[in-house]
């Protein structure tokens, strides 16, 4: 018989690995629901068929998102958050050329790695974004207008060419994200089934030339 005796973990411990926990467990139910909302559209989607996706009984999905509508909108406010992180790099203590850089390199890298969750934010915007419009005129737009200084003092400096820094975010969304939104075309025209590391690697140095270039950055 074992001497040992099993404490109790303390109330620190067990508070730090149910959080844990349950952001993994989040993270797991947004996954499946990008899979899901992604093919399906909001209307289309079930809660039992992202249960499914994710491999948690229906009830354990309802504990952390009650409605169809919340998990909807977190997958959206997910896929803006990790998105707009990464205008971080744009800021004047950095030159245009790898601001830029770093930031159409991320969002091809996002692209990459979640393209569903691309899929069910342009699939939002084409409805006329119902769920995350205030969002897109108050905090998107506040951002957007941060990052556009920035890119006004780089073009008054001399470092980059007079481009408007409105148009160049749209074309670098547009340019970016159509590798997942639209990425059936890319592979009917590529001939490919899927688009692998390497399509991925060989359009991204593809974007940052053709983009730098067009910014007057050599």
Not at 193 to 206: G, P, Q
Request: with cysteine; charged share 20%; aromatic share 8%.
């Amino acid at each position: 018989m074992s001497n040992t005796v099993s404490m109790p973990a303390a109330p620190d411990a067990a508070r730090e690995t149910g959080g844990r926990i349950r952001q993994e467990n989040e993270a797991l139910i947004m996954r499946a629901a990008e899979h899901v909302f992604a093919r399906a559209g909001f209307a289309g989607a079930t809660m039992a068929e992202i249960a499914l996706r994710a491999g948690v009984p229906k009830s354990n999905l309802h504990y952390y998102f009650r409605t169809k509508q919340a998990l909807y909108r977190a997958v959206l406010a997910h896929t803006l958050q990790l998105w707009l992180a990464e205008t971080d790099i744009i800021t004047a203590d950095h030159g245009p050329r790898m601001a830029l850089e770093q930031y159409i390199r991320a969002k091809m890298r996002l692209s990459e790695s979640h393209p569903d969750a691309s899929r069910v934010f342009a699939n939002e915007l084409l409805h006329g974004a119902p769920e995350i419009g205030g969002v897109l005129r108050e905090a998107l737009r506040e951002l957007v207008a941060r990052k556009a200084v920035v890119i006004q003092q780089w073009i008054a400096s001399g470092q980059m060419a007079a481009v408007d820094p409105h148009h160049l975010f749209f074309t670098i969304w547009a340019a970016t994200q159509t590798y997942a939104d639209f990425e059936a075309q890319v592979c009917a025209v590529l001939g490919l089934a899927e688009l692998d590391a390497r399509t991925f690697d060989d359009a991204t140095e593809h974007l940052v030339a053709l983009l730098l270039r067009g910014c007057g950055i050599e």
